[in-house]
Structure formats: C-alpha cells, structure tokens
C-alpha cells in the first residue's frame, strides 16, 4: 500500500511538472508573438515616415533620379531599391532632399512605371514610398516584318558570342522552322530556365521594357538574315544602340537531329546545322 502511494504522489508530481512546462512553453510562445508584433508594427512606423520622389526619369534614357523629401532621421535605412518592372537597381539611401541618380537600367520606355522602396536594417523591406508612370509612347524596338503585315522585333545587340543550343543532346522533337515561340517555351520546358543554353537565355531576358523574348526559328532567322543584306532592317527608336550581326553563325530555335540544330551563316546567308553543345552567336527577337 505504501508503495502505490508514493507511486501516485510519484505522476502527480509528473503531472504538475509537465503542466508547468506547457505553460512556460506557451507563455514563452506568447510573449515571441507579442515581441515580433511589436517588432513589425514598429517597422511599419519605420517606414510610413519615409518619403521620396521621383525627380527624374525621361522616356529613352537610362537613369532614374530619386529624392528623399521627409522621414529618415531616425530610421535605420540601409538602402533603397528603384525598380521598372522586373529590372531591379539599389542604391545608398540619399540625405534629406539629396538626389541621387540610379543608373544601370535599360532604356526608359513610355508607359514604364517606377516605383520606389526603402529597405531597413535588418533587410525589412517597406512597401513602395513613390512611384510614377514614365509619359510618352513606348520605345520602338528593331524589327521587320515576318510574315507579311506582322512585326518581328529583333534585339539590337548580340545576347551571346558564344553559346550551346542546348545544355544535352536530346531528341527534342521541335522542329517547327516558323514558330520561334512554341520551339522557346518547348526547350524551357525540357532544359529549365538557365541562361547558359539558348532557348533559356532569351526566355529569361528583359530587355526595352518586354520579357517575352524567343529563339527564333529558323525561316525567322533567315528573313532576318535578308533583312540585314538588304539594309531594310527597321532601327525604330534603338538607331544608336544597334550593333550589326556579326559575320558568323546564329542559332535557330529549330532541331535537325537529335545531336544538331539549325544555324544561319551571316557571313553568307547559309542554312545549315552544327552540334547542339557547341558555342555560337545568339539574338533573340520578340512578336506582339
């Protein structure tokens, strides 16, 4: 009898042990919530006092001028980030009413719209404390009309000078010579979107404002090709930008076998084919 008594004193003592741990547990739970809520209402404070503009930003150019205007005395900010769609740049957050110019985008386009964002100490980021749209139409990119009546964009500088078709040699079955778009989304598909084969290159470049740019396909790059003999490549508003294609080989987005893909020559306007893996020239173009 003795025995089961101090046995049942025994698990009460568990018991109000294990009671007090659940407590400690979710007070200690509690209190962290509070401290992070605390914390978070606190930044938000943080960054509400935060003001910029943005003093400049003109269609064709390619920097952005940013001004704090009120806030920040106080606030820990370790930089701000100005972005235009998907093309992000930083800088150091400027002084009270200093500006400070963002360099490093591509060409401004109209309808672009910028937006500004403080980030604190401790890698916080605020939400956006200004923004603007860019005036004016929007850029107009190379191109030439392939097919007839449709606009084909053209970048106007070389992506690669030296880059595989594809990472492997794979029987892929993409063989349209016309559809660039469908070949690109197909070898994405197949390959992911890394930037060291070309089909994944220009799937993932953002380039005038666009981020829907393709390998082209095999008569679009021969059109292309005629085009740039002829002279009636139309530069739009890239004239200053626009670098000839080299006198080399390009890739096309279109399978010969299942160890080469279609090339064209620019040096002489061949069609050809060459092994997947090796290095030649690319440029990506884009379709409304």
């Known amino acids: 009898m003795q025995k089961k008594g101090q046995e049942g004193v025994m698990i009460t003592v568990l018991l109000i042990l294990i009671a007090i741990s659940a407590v400690a547990a979710v007070s200690y739970f509690v209190m962290t919530q509070v401290r992070q809520g605390m914390a978070q209402a606190t930044d938000k404070l943080d960054c509400l006092k935060l003001n910029y503009e943005i003093v400049s930003a003109v269609r064709g150019d390619t920097n952005i001028t940013v001004r704090r205007i009120s806030g920040g005395e106080d606030v820990n900010v370790t930089n701000i980030i100005v972005s235009i769609g998907k093309k992000i740049n930083s800088t150091t957050n400027p002084g009270m009413m200093e500006s400070k110019v963002v360099s490093g985008f591509d060409r401004i386009n109209g309808g672009d719209k910028i937006e500004v964002t403080p980030v604190l100490k401790g890698g916080i980021t605020c939400d956006v404390r200004a923004s603007m749209m860019v005036s004016g139409s929007a850029l107009e990119l190379p191109s030439i009309y392939y097919p007839a009546g449709q606009k084909l964009y053209i970048s106007p500088v070389d992506n690669s000078a030296s880059i595989k078709w594809s990472p492997t040699k794979d029987n892929t079955g993409i063989n349209s010579v016309t ?110």
Not at 186 to 195: A, E, N, P, R
Not at 230 to 235: L, V, Y
Not at 265 to 284: A, I, M, P, V
């Open 179 to 288: 559809n660039g778009t469908n070949n690109t989304i197909t070898l994405v598909k197949i390959y992911g979107l890394g930037s060291s084969f070309a089909a994944g290159n220009c799937s993932n470049l953002v380039y005038g404002g666009y981020d829907d740019w393709y390998l082209p396909a095999r008569n679009q790059l021969s059109a292309i090709y005629v085009a740039h003999i002829s002279g009636t490549i139309n530069k739009g508003d890239y004239a200053a930008q626009w670098i000839n294609y080299s006198n080399y080989y390009y890739w096309a987005s279109t399978e010969i076998t299942t160890n080469s893909a279609a090339l064209s020559g620019f040096n002489d306007g061949s069609t050809t084919s060459d092994d997947k893996t090796y290095g030649f020239y690319l440029r990506c173009v884009r379709s409304d």
